[in-house]
């Protein structure tokens, strides 16, 4: 296939010298820039060899590539602890990546940790806050007007604090970083789960919380859980209907939405090759709804080998090495999938999902179909959208579901206008979006539907929980590949496999779909579209100010959270016990909510909204126990902290799991919960807990969660001799005078205690500084 590189290659410069990237980067002398927006920041592989070479002579063993890459990052490779699934790594990450959703809250805590300056290249990417309503270019400009506030802040704050922002209509976060910061051998954090994306150019990219960022900019070591190493071999080449998305939605039908927890996803294999750059984007994209630290793909540039230099060994895997678990697939044995509905594992070859909807009382008819994303926007997802949707033009088709279509970034959007795609998608009845999130994060006004209404639409996003897309929570979504997507809006039914079924052209002949076929990569190189980056000043920031409105209902500086008072929490009040999944939407819903992701206190508002109280299987009803009323969880969880009634929540299984949105840990801690008791947790949201200074904490026994009742008290004893590896002991009140008592685990180490002690880990930086 075509060279998987292309988009690195877009780093240097915008023509010919693009092709220059990569040979120069693995050249030991060579000084080459990481990005060309930040000239003076060079690639230094050069480190990162000697670093693993360190930890190789140490560990006396071959290492993966993710292992390489994750290591050879290390803060102390001579002295660092290293085994998988036990230690906490400190690593030295290249770079952070922030959207605006997201970076409000982590600049917010930037500006009160009172450093002057961002210790490593930092990006802010405005995609979050744009509804998707009439089209493109009206709903950018009506998003510019409505969030002039809150883009404001993010610009000046940048400005100030030497971090590059991305305007609205750039496009979205992960498009941007592979179009123009991913590099193989990169380690780059991001506030957003989907981060994992730029695996697909050989980097290691991990999504965090804000706090995490935040130490990053700050210039402290970042601590990872030492990840596991799911290795999954691809065998085969792809081909047909069958595309990279498939490779994925087989994994999470295998995984399941907590199988890859604490662990790496490596790919690898003779299957490699039949994938392109952005088709292996998609696949670590997605990896995020299996739960998976990240995704990564081995570096297999076809020039790669004739470089013969030192460096070549860094970007693949050793021979030998050890994953802790291997899933083989074969690409010439896979077929087209559709996963859903309400969750992302559920996954179904495309010849079975009609009689599987049927059975299930699923509907049928298919409302909209929904296209791009941060999974697949991409100029080939483009382009073989375009070729499915050029057959039904050429036959007087167009799409019976609605149809929309999302381009990642501006110069995907310039080069789909350019090259005729997007008059294609338009003809057979789509809509072009702007170049942002839009409804695969709720930012939809979806207007065909009434709320509550059972429906189904189609889309080629990554998530697909109950609500998430229009706020119904009667919407059953599915997920699937661009093309799939966009056959599936022109049949306008579930039932419709384009292997095999027939559609009826305007003539009243019937005619097969042909498989997609398109360009990897444009043959008129890219269109770079609108210039949207903003750089930080050459001279710094330290005169420029950034001011936030006492008044404002978008933003809020924020307050120091209270320390812990030096001994155990007593008597606590159940707050809800939640019943099955709760993920960070549940938490803190996004969508409408969006707006408030800079102001804690009104954020709060929507704290575990969407969660089901086991007591009533209600959303948003629980008993008060002050007052013996009903009512909504933040309101009741607002009267207790007024009443310096400290209180918890209890879960299930992966709790948090989904977006890494920190406001659900932050809104908790705001409104007075002090412990978070669980059957287990997704990994970034229990670390989003302790650097607010909550406990997240898991019963040793799964069947302890049935032994708490909703109007429990509860203790926490242990506290004064707090320490890693060391169960704490819950005693719990039952409201009849009896009580019960277990152990509760815990996965806090000496820096994460004393976070907590400190109140919170941002309060524990201060008292360093």
Same mark, same amino acid.
């Given at each position: 296939s075509a060279p998987h590189c292309y988009f690195l290659l877009t780093h240097l410069q915008k023509q010919g010298a693009r092709r220059m990237h990569v040979s120069a980067a693995f050249s030991a002398k060579a000084k080459v820039s990481m990005s060309r927006f930040e000239p003076s920041n060079h690639v230094n592989y050069q480190q990162l060899n000697e670093n693993v070479n360190i930890v190789r002579k140490r560990l006396n063993r071959p290492l993966t590539l993710s292992e390489k890459i994750v290591y050879g990052h290390l803060d102390d490779p001579v002295g660092q602890d290293i085994a998988r699934g036990r230690t906490y790594l400190r690593l030295r990450p290249d770079r952070v990546a922030m959207q605006d959703a997201t970076a409000q809250m982590a600049m917010l805590q930037f500006i009160s940790s009172g450093l002057p300056k961002v210790a490593v290249p930092s990006t802010i %990417?405005?995609?979050?806050? *744009?509804?998707?309503? *009439?089209?493109?270019?009206?709903?950018?400009?009506?998003?510019?007007?409505?969030?002039?506030?809150?883009y404001n802040f993010l610009a000046s704050a940048g400005a100030k604090y030497g971090v590059g922002f991305w305007k609205p209509g750039s496009g979205i976060i992960h498009q941007i970083i592979l179009e123009n910061y991913a590099y193989p051998g990169v380690l780059l954090i991001g506030t957003d789960s989907h981060t994992p994306n730029g695996g697909g150019l050989g980097s290691v990219c991990i999504g965090v919380g804000g706090a995490d960022a935040v130490?990053?900019? $700050?210039?402290?070591?970042?601590?990872?859980?030492?990840?596991?190493?799911?290795?999954v071999k691809l065998t085969g080449k792809l081909s047909g209907w069958t595309s990279p998305k498939d490779v994925i939605l087989k994994v999470a039908g295998i995984l399941t939405v907590k199988g890859g927890t604490g662990a790496i996803v490596e790919y690898h294999g003779p299957g490699v090759d039949s994938i392109s750059c952005t088709g292996m984007a998609t696949i670590c994209n997605m990896g995020a709804e299996i739960g998976a630290t990240t995704s990564v793909f081995p570096y297999n540039h076809p020039h790669i080998a004739a470089?013969?230099?030192?460096?070549?060994?860094? #970007?693949?895997?050793?021979?030998?090495?050890?994953?802790? /678990?291997?899933? &083989?697939?074969?690409?010439? &044995?896979?077929?087209?999938?559709?996963?859903?509905?309400?969750?992302?594992?559920?996954? %179904?070859?495309? /010849?079975?999902?009609?009689?599987?909807?049927?059975?299930?009382?699923w509907p049928l008819e298919v409302k909209v179909g929904l296209i791009g994303s941060c999974t697949n926007s991409s100029y080939e997802d483009m382009g073989r959208s375009a070729s499915v949707a050029k057959q039904a033009l050429d036959k007087g088709l167009k799409c019976k579901a609605a149809f929309t279509i999302t381009p990642g970034s501006e110069q995907i959007r310039a080069t789909i206008e350019r090259d005729g795609y997007a008059k294609i998608l338009n003809d057979v009845g789509g809509m072009v979006l702007a170049n942002a999130c839009g409804p695969c994060i709720g930012q939809w006004d979806r207007r065909d539907v009434k709320k509550g209404e059972k429906n189904t639409i189609v889309t080629s996003y990554n998530r697909n929980f109950t609500a998430r897309n229009d706020a119904n929570p009667a919407t059953h979504a599915f997920v699937a590949s661009p093309e799939?997507?966009?056959?599936?809006? *022109?049949?306008?039914?579930?039932?419709?496999?384009?292997?095999?079924?027939? #559609?009826i052209a305007a003539n009243g002949e019937k005619f097969k779909l042909e498989p997609p076929n398109a360009d990897e990569l444009p043959k008129k190189d890219f269109d770079p579209g609108q210039d949207t980056y903003q750089h930080p000043p050459a001279e710094g920031g330290a005169k420029l100010k950034v001011e936030v409105s006492p008044t404002s209902t978008r933003l809020q500086l924020l307050d120091p959270f209270d320390k812990w008072n030096g001994g155990d929490l007593e008597d606590m009040q159940v707050l809800i016990k939640v019943k099955g999944k709760c993920t960070t939407d549940h938490i803190s819903a996004a969508g409408p909510w969006l707006k408030f992701r800079g102001h804690l206190d009104n954020i709060s508002n929507n704290m575990l909204i969407g969660a089901v109280n086991i007591e009533n299987d209600g959303i948003n009803k629980i008993k008060n126990q002050l007052t013996g009323e009903y009512g909504g969880v933040p309101d009741v969880a607002r009267h207790y902290k007024a009443n310096g009634l400290s209180w918890v929540v209890v879960g299930d299984d992966n709790y948090g799991e989904g977006s890494s949105r920190e406001h659900a840990a932050l809104e908790p801690r705001h409104l007075g919960g002090r412990a978070?008791?669980?059957? /287990?947790?997704?990994?970034?949201?229990?670390?989003?807990?302790?650097?607010?200074?909550?406990?997240? #904490?898991?019963?040793?026994?799964? $069947?302890?969660?049935?032994?708490i009742r909703p109007d429990d008290k509860i203790s926490i004893k242990g506290l004064k001799t707090f320490a890693p590896g060391k169960p704490l002991l819950a005693v719990v009140k039952h409201s009849d005078g009896t009580k019960v008592e277990f152990q509760l685990? %815990?996965?806090?180490?000496?820096?994460?205690?004393?976070?907590?002690? $400190?109140g919170s880990a941002l309060n524990r930086m201060k008292e360093l500084q």
């Open positions: %990417h405005c995609d979050h806050l *744009i509804e998707a309503q *009439i089209g493109g270019a009206k709903d950018l400009a009506r998003a510019k007007d409505i969030n002039a506030e809150v130490d990053v900019m $700050a210039g402290i070591p970042w601590e990872l859980k030492c990840p596991n190493v799911i290795g470089l013969a230099d030192e460096y070549a060994d860094l #970007l693949v895997p050793d021979q030998g090495c050890q994953y802790d /678990s291997v899933i &083989e697939i074969n690409l010439d &044995e896979l077929k087209p999938h559709i996963n859903g509905p309400f969750t992302p594992d559920l996954a %179904h070859p495309i /010849s079975d999902i009609g009689t599987t909807a049927v059975k299930n009382g799939i997507v966009t056959a599936l809006a *022109i049949a306008g039914t579930l039932d419709f496999n384009p292997e095999v079924d027939y #559609l978070i008791i669980v059957k /287990s947790f997704a990994r970034i949201h229990e670390t989003n807990l302790k650097k607010q200074g909550l406990l997240p #904490l898991t019963f040793q026994d799964p $069947a302890d969660y049935d032994k685990n %815990h996965t806090f180490n000496e820096t994460q205690i004393e976070w907590f002690q $400190a």
